[in-house]
C-alpha cells in the first residue's frame, strides 16, 4: 500500500530569494544556447566528478561513448550538485545545469515551484509506459505527468553486524538471522546482544536531522501522522498526540530502561555510520545502501547483514526514499530528449549492452572497494523490465558474502507487506530537526516528559514553518 501526498505551497522565504535573484540576474527567464555552431543539441550535466580519479574518467569515458552514438548532442560537465542553500537562487537565476540530480524529499517543492520539465511526452516516444514501479510514480509525477526521472529508490530495513548477532545467537546454522517481528522483538535482541557482547544492541542516530528523519518511520508505525489539511487547505501539526508520546517513549527507554545505545547522545549521520561499523552499536535502521558508507570504516563484507523493518504497534510501515534527475523547467524539447538519452546510458528498463556495461563496471567498483554485494534495494523499474531481471541476476552471481546474510530483506523489498511511505510533504527537513530536539531531550534528561516534548514540538512545528507558508 501506498500512502502518497502532494505539496501544493511554497515557503515564504524560498519565494522571496527567487524573487530577489531574479532581480539581480538580468538572464533570469532567458533560455541559455542549446544549440551550438554544427546545430547539435547542447545540454550540461550536474554533480560531474571535479576531482581526478576513477570517478571522473568512468564519467569522461561514458561522455566519450555517448556522444559518439550520438553524434547530435554534446555534453558539457557542470560540477555543481544539489544542495538547498544555492539550488533557489541557480533556478531563479537561470543557472541550473540541463540535468541535476535531486532527493524525493525535494521533488514536490522543485515541482509546486516550477524549476523541472515536463519529461511525459518524451518518455511514452521511448517507451517508458508501464515500466517505472508504480509504488514510485506518485513521487515524481504532477497531476499525471512526470516531472523528473527516478533513478534510485529505498525502503527502511534493519541493519545488524553479522558477527554480533552470532555472538548472541540469532543467527541460523545456514546464515540466515532471526528476524525480530515488531520493535518489542527489536529490544529483546538489543538486551541479548548486550549480554553477549557487553556493546550496545542498537545504535540511531540524534542529530543533524538523521534523527528525525528515522524517527518519522518509528513514530508512523505508532499511528503517528505528523500533519494534515484542514478545510481551508491549509497545513496543521497533528503529533500532538498519545501515540506519538509512546513513540518518543520508546526511543527513552532504550537508553533509561533497557541500556542498549551507546554511551553518546549526540550522534550525527556520519558518526550513525561510523559507531554501527565499529561494532558500537549492533542494530540500526537504514536503507539497503549502506554498505558504501560503513566500508570506509573497516566493516567487512562478511559482516554486512539486512533484515526487514519490523512492525509497529499500529502499523506495519517503511519509510520510501531515494534519487531523481531533473531536467530544468525552461528546456528545449531538444534538450528534453537528449537529456533522457543521456540519463538512459546509466538507467534503463532495456537491457542495451550500454546499460549492462555501466552496471558490470559499478558492481566491479562497490567489489574493489570492499562494499558488501547481494543487497537487493527497490528499484525504480517494474519488476517485470528486462533489465532489473538480468540486474538482480548479476548480483547474485557477485556476491561477496552470504546471500542469506541479507535474504529477509530482499524478500521483504521484493514482496513488501508492509506500507511504503514517503517522506513528510511538507518542510521535511524542518521536521526532522525540531524531532532531533525531542529525540536528544529525552536521551539527556531521565525525567523528561514525553507527551509535553511532543507538545511542544508540535506547537514549535506550526508556528515556525506550517504558519509561514503561502498558499
Known amino acids: 500500500m501506498f500512502k502518497g501526498k502532494k505539496k501544493s505551497i511554497k515557503i515564504v522565504a524560498l519565494v522571496m530569494s527567487m524573487l530577489l535573484v531574479c532581480g539581480l540576474f538580468t538572464g533570469c527567464n532567458k533560455k541559455a544556447t542549446d544549440k551550438d555552431e554544427e546545430g547539435r543539441t547542447v545540454i550540461s550535466v550536474g554533480s560531474w566528478p571535479s576531482a581526478e580519479g576513477e570517478s571522473l574518467d568512468k564519467m569522461n569515458d561514458r561522455k566519450d561513448r555517448f556522444e559518439k552514438a550520438n553524434e547530435d548532442v554534446v555534453i558539457v560537465p557542470d560540477t555543481w550538485a544539489f544542495e538547498r542553500q544555492t539550488f533557489y537562487s541557480k533556478a531563479a537565476g537561470g543557472q541550473l545545469p540541463t540535468v541535476y540530480m535531486a532527493g524525493f524529499t525535494e521533488v514536490p517543492e522543485i515541482i509546486t515551484s516550477e524549476y523541472s520539465a515536463d519529461l511525459t511526452k518524451v518518455l511514452k516516444k521511448r517507451g517508458y509506459d508501464g515500466k517505472f514501479n508504480d509504488g514510485i510514480m506518485d513521487v515524481v509525477?504532477?497531476?499525471?505527468?512526470?516531472?523528473?526521472?527516478?533513478?534510485?529508490?529505498?525502503?527502511?530495513?534493519?541493519?545488524?553486524?553479522?558477527?554480533?548477532?552470532?555472538?548472541?545467537?540469532?543467527?541460523?546454522?545456514?546464515?540466515?538471522?532471526?528476524?525480530?517481528?515488531?520493535?518489542?522483538?527489536?529490544?529483546?535482541?538489543?538486551?541479548?546482544?548486550?549480554?553477549?557482547?557487553?556493546?550496545?544492541?542498537?545504535?540511531?542516530?540524534?542529530?543533524?536531522?538523521?534523527?528525525?528523519?528515522?524517527?518519522?518511520?518509528?513514530?508512523?508505525?505508532?499511528?503517528?501522522?505528523?500533519?494534515?489539511?484542514?478545510?481551508?487547505?491549509?497545513?496543521?501539526?497533528?503529533?500532538?498526540?498519545?501515540?506519538?508520546?509512546?513513540?518518543?517513549?520508546?526511543?527513552?527507554?532504550?537508553?533509561?530502561?533497557?541500556?542498549?545505545?551507546?554511551?553518546n547522545t549526540l550522534i550525527n549521520g556520519e558518526e550513525w555510520y561510523k559507531q554501527f561499523a565499529t561494532g558500537n552499536g549492533a542494530m540500526t535502521i537504514t536503507a539497503g545502501d549502506y554498505p558504501r558508507r560503513v566500508v570506509k570504516y573497516g566493516m567487512t563484507a562478511d559482516k554486512v547483514g539486512m533484515l526487514a523493518t519490523p512492525a509497529g504497534p499500529k502499523r506495519h510501515v517503511t519509510l520510501l526514499g531515494g534519487e531523481v534527475l531533473c531536467v530544468k523547467a525552461d528546456a528545449t524539447e531538444d534538450q528534453i530528449d537528449a537529456a533522457i538519452r543521456w540519463i538512459e546510458t546509466a538507467y534503463n528498463y532495456s537491457l542495451t549492452d550500454e546499460y549492462k556495461k555501466n552496471a558490470e563496471a559499478s558492481i566491479e567498483s562497490q567489489l574493489n572497494e570492499g562494499r558488501h554485494v547481494g543487497i537487493k534495494s527497490m528499484s525504480p523499474w517494474n519488476v517485470d523490465t528486462e533489465a532489473l531481471k538480468w540486474y538482480h541476476k548479476y548480483i547474485d552471481s557477485k556476491a561477496n558474502a552470504n546471500i542469506n546474510h541479507v535474504k529477509l530483506y530482499n524478500d521483504f523489498v521484493a514482496n513488501c507487506p508492509a506500507d511504503i511511505q514517503p517522506e513528510e510533504p511538507v518542510c521535511a527537513q524542518e521536521l526532522y530537526a525540531i524531532l532531533d530536539a525531542c529525540i536528544q531531550e529525552v536521551l539527556t534528561n531521565k525525567n523528561a516528559d514525553c507527551a509535553k516534548v511532543m507538545k511542544k514540538a508540535n506547537a514549535d512545528f506550526q508556528a515556525n514553518y506550517l504558519d509561514n507558508l503561502v498558499y
Open 141 to 263: 509525477s504532477d497531476n499525471g505527468k512526470i516531472m523528473a526521472f527516478p533513478t534510485m529508490a529505498y525502503i527502511l530495513g534493519l541493519a545488524y553486524n553479522v558477527e554480533m548477532f552470532e555472538k548472541a545467537g540469532l543467527m541460523e546454522e545456514d546464515g540466515t538471522p532471526k528476524q525480530p517481528k515488531d520493535w518489542d522483538e527489536v529490544v529483546e535482541f538489543a538486551v541479548k546482544i548486550k549480554e553477549a557482547t557487553g556493546k550496545p544492541g542498537i545504535v540511531l542516530p540524534t542529530a543533524g536531522n538523521s534523527g528525525g528523519w528515522i524517527f518519522t518511520s518509528i513514530a508512523w508505525s505508532f499511528g503517528v501522522d505528523f500533519m494534515e489539511k484542514d478545510a481551508d487547505g491549509k497545513w496543521k501539526a497533528t503529533f500532538d498526540t498519545k501515540e506519538a508520546a509512546e513513540a518518543l517513549q520508546f526511543i527513552k527507554d532504550l537508553k533509561w530502561k533497557h541500556n542498549v545505545l551507546p554511551a
